[in-house]
């Protein structure tokens, strides 16, 4: 498969930029691009010079308007429900019909979820759902913020 030939040939066509892909089709014959990439990385061979590029002239872009972004409202957190012997709801109490936010650390016995009415379509309640699935920018905005 790798004849002395073909190597020269990979080394060639490797050192004028041509991807993996393109080598392996210049190759042809059974040479996959995983293959040409194998031994490119068994020949130790460096870097590959970058493909020269055509020069477009770029069109200007329309100008960008800002708009700031509206502020989220605050995300307010309603007190978990209390069952009727006055005790949270837990792991042996939680179903499919009450909010499934954790509260607490698991290990520990004081462990519960919200246990309210969940939004349609989700496993949490609206005021948990609305913390849970924040928009990526907002998430970091708060994480930073402290």
């Known amino acids: 498969m790798w004849t002395e030939e073909r190597v020269d ?6 050192t004028e930029g041509l991807s993996a892909s393109q080598i392996a089709r210049a190759l042809g014959e059974g040479i996959t691009r995983n293959a040409v990439i194998g031994k490119v ?13 055509i020069d477009r002239p770029r069109l200007p872009s329309a100008p960008r308007l800002y708009r700031p972004r509206e502020p989220e ?3 307010i957190e309603e007190e978990p429900i209390t069952l009727e012997d006055g005790s949270f709801v837990g792991v042996l109490a939680i179903n499919d019909r009450m909010c499934r936010w954790p509260i607490g650390d698991p290990s520990a016995d004081e462990f519960h979820f919200c246990g309210r009415n969940p ?27 402290g």
Do not use: I, N
């Open 41 to 53: 990385h068994r020949l130790g061979l460096a870097g590959r010079a970058t493909p020269s590029r």
């Open 9 to 14: 040939q990979l080394k060639s066509l490797w």
């Open 119 to 145: 939004k349609s379509g989700s496993p949490y309640c609206e005021a948990h759902a609305r913390k849970a699935y924040q928009p990526h920018q907002v998430r970091e905005r708060r994480r930073l913020a």
């Open 73 to 75: 409202p605050p995300v």
